[in-house]
């Protein structure tokens, strides 16, 4: 006889599927090219902080609304400082853009293929979606998001496909929804064309959201940012107090404001990675692979004749990490990091042996 185990209080714990993180191996000879981290280290400025940081600091609290990186942003981007929140990597700042905006009775919009945390935000939260299909190329239909919805959540570069739409089908899509608050998750725009930010001046309803993570190389500080209209971000604020005031750390703040002084290293980074792209893309399509034009610091690469779970598993391995979903429209794609020009060469290496063998079977 099959006995009911579930205690009351059982039923009462919120349930969800966990959104699961790329893998992060102890063993430091790995090839990390899973989870889009920036290969190059931080501004010099960074390491200064680190290394003058004074522990007596410690004892007290840090500043709760995080005034010295809202006024590096503010000045950064040209924008007042009460359009700037920060907040624990964009993660933080998406999870709390969901909590504060989304909750109407009508489904949020997003697409089928995108970042993979939005459903379990929904989840979490209770909040309807309804995903909307890319077309067969992974770009979005604009048309798909004219109807009636109760948000929008766009990553722009997508990921994991890496394509960059254009800021016209951004604004096309924040123009026809004048009754919905649209987020644009600008992850990777700093290795793309251009960013939507420029559009919140025109759009209240529009808030965009970047991070240290990638373009800044500092994932492992956890900083992100929401920049969009002082309705918006009082709202942030608002509800970020209401759930906790002291967010960010003292160290934090002080290395993410000396990461944001240093824009000539800012840049020099990013050419380095859109040169590094530039060559991989090369090496990929001499060896058989595929991708739609990136706008990201990873291709999204699929092979003319060798299955991507084979090459994943292949990798893995040889000590080379890549990124593989097992979901349906992708199941035969890899999503790789843009490493050091070494690190990529290592894996051109071993990818050649890997697929000669295969042609030889
Ligand atoms: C990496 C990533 C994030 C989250 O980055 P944080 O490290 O939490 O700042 C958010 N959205 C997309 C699309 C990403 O790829």
Redesign the pocket.
């Known amino acids: 006889m099959e006995v009911n185990n579930t205690r009351a209080w059982e039923s009462n714990i919120r349930r969800v599927k966990p959104y699961v993180p790329g893998e992060q191996p102890k063993d430091k000879s790995v090839i990390k090219l899973n989870?889009?981290e920036n290969p190059f280290p931080p501004a010099p400025g960074v390491q200064m902080v680190l290394n003058n940081m004074d522990v007596d600091k410690l004892r007290l609290y840090p500043d709760p609304s995080i005034g010295l990186l809202v006024d590096e942003l503010s000045k950064f981007y040209q924008v007042n400082k009460d359009q700037v929140f920060v907040g624990?990597?964009?993660?933080?700042?998406?999870a709390l853009a969901f909590l504060t905006f989304f909750n109407s009775d009508k489904p949020i919009l997003f697409p089928d293929i995108?970042?993979s945390?939005y459903p379990v935000w929904c989840e979490l939260y209770r909040i309807a979606y309804e995903t909307q299909p890319l077309d067969k190329t992974f770009m979005i239909v604009k048309g798909d998001y004219y109807k009636d919805n109760g948000g929008i959540v766009i990553?722009n570069p997508?990921?994991p496909t890496s394509i960059y739409e254009e800021i016209s089908t951004i604004e096309d899509i924040v123009s026809h929804n004048p009754n919905s608050i649209v987020i644009i998750?600008e992850?990777?725009i700093d290795f793309a064309k251009g960013s939507a930010l420029s559009l919140t001046r025109k759009y209240e309803n529009l808030l965009i959201?970047q991070?240290?993570?990638?373009s800044r190389s500092m994932?492992g500080m956890?900083?992100?940012y929401a920049i969009g209209s002082k309705k918006l971000i009082r709202a942030l604020n608002d509800v970020k107090y209401s759930f906790n005031s002291y967010t960010l750390n003292q160290t934090a703040i002080l290395a993410g404001a000396e990461e944001v002084k240093d824009k000539d290293y800012f840049y020099e980074r990013i050419q380095n990675i859109i040169d590094i792209r530039k060559y991989s893309e090369k090496e990929f399509q001499k060896l058989g692979f595929s991708f739609p034009k990136s706008g990201a610091n990873f291709l999204f690469v699929t092979h003319e004749s060798v299955p991507a779970k084979e090459l994943y598993k292949a990798l893995k391995e040889n000590n080379i990490y890549v990124r593989y979903f097992d979901l349906p429209r992708i199941n035969n794609y890899l999503r790789i990091t843009i490493g050091t020009r070494q690190q990529m060469n290592t894996l051109f290496d071993y990818l050649k042996t890997i697929l000669i063998a295969d042609k030889a079977e």
């Not at 624990?88 to 998406?94: A, E, F, I, K, Y």
Request: no cysteine; glycine share 8%; net charge negative.
């Open positions: 989870t889009n624990v990597g964009s993660d933080d700042v998406l995108t970042y945390f990553a997508n990921a998750d992850a990777y959201v991070t240290f993570s990638k994932a956890r900083i992100g």
